[in-house]
């Protein structure tokens, strides 16, 4: 059982920076990619950014050159880095992880419960 704990959301001027981090604890064998993805209000949920186990990134168009995906593989935790934030990126945050449970599983995504971001024009 996995559970993923995300943390740093809140309100935040316009231009201002935020950071999300999101820690998995339990039990598994290993984590492989892990992504950020947000939804905003009565909108869907939309891709923000992923990493791999190797380091590797890539962001939705909207957030290049403003968010930071990373992560620290001795803690489980995955962050974002949100600078120069706009009222657009008004979401709740949700982190998500590709774990296999034992070396015989696949991997399998999971969920966090997500966190609030609010940027004030």
């Known amino acids: 059982q996995v559970q993923l704990v995300e943390s740093g959301g809140g309100l935040v001027q316009a231009g201002g920076s935020l950071r999300l981090s999101c820690a998995a604890s339990?039990?598994?064998?290993?984590?492989?990619?892990m992504a950020w993805y947000r939804q905003a209000l009565g909108k869907q949920r939309d891709f923000v950014a992923i990493?791999?186990?190797?380091?590797?990134?890539n962001y939705a168009d909207a957030v290049k050159g403003r968010f930071t995906i990373s992560r620290d593989n001795a803690k489980n935790t995955v962050y974002l880095q949100m600078n120069s934030l706009k009222p657009e990126d008004t979401a709740v945050y949700y982190c998500?992880?590709?774990?296999?449970?034992?070396?015989?599983?696949?991997?399998?995504?999971?969920w966090g419960e997500g966190t609030q971001v609010t940027v004030s024009s």
């Open positions: 998500k992880t590709d774990i296999r449970a034992t070396r015989w599983d696949f991997n399998v995504g999971y």
């Open positions: 339990g039990s598994f064998f290993s984590i492989n990619d």
């Open positions: 990493i791999t186990s190797s380091g590797t990134t």
